[in-house]
Nanobody, 120 residues
Framework: QVQLVESGGGLVQAGGSLRLSCAAS????????MGWFRQAPGKERDFVAA????????YYADSVKGRFTISRDNAKSTVTLQMNSLNVEDTAVYYC?????????????WGQGTQVTVSS
């Protein structure tokens, strides 16, 4: 089993930045791809960003490309999402996920989520 715990959410004004973190335990973190997903009220959970097990490769949803950056520290079993130039459409609950297939855009294990609210 794997445990994922997100932190760093909050309320920010449009144009601002937030940094989300996810701490993993229970599995060999460094052999799995990791991702961030988000779910806005009344909508399905959507893919945001993913990073390969080594950290050398990343890819993003078009809606966040150029504004968000995913990174990981395998020594600390953490994955981070730096979010810049936030807009109200980024408001959602953000989930960290362990991905068994890097290019799948599908999460397999989930954290509890952290709320991000962007005000205009």
């Amino acid at each position: 089993q794997v445990q994922l715990v997100e932190s760093g959410g909050g309320l920010v004004q449009a144009g601002g930045s937030l940094r989300l973190s996810c701490a993993a335990s229970g599995r060999t973190f460094s052999i799995y791809a990791m991702g961030w997903f988000r779910q806005a009220p009344g909508k399905e959970r959507d893919f945001v960003a993913a990073i390969s097990a080594s950290g050398r490769n990343t890819y993003y949803a078009d809606s966040v490309k150029g504004r968000f950056t995913i990174s990981r520290d395998n020594a600390k079993s953490t994955v981070t999402l730096q979010m810049n130039s936030l807009n109200v459409e980024d408001t959602a609950v953000y989930y960290c996920s362990l991905m068994t297939v890097y290019e799948s855009r599908r999460g397999d294990y989930w954290g509890q989520g952290t709320q991000v609210t962007v005000s205009s």
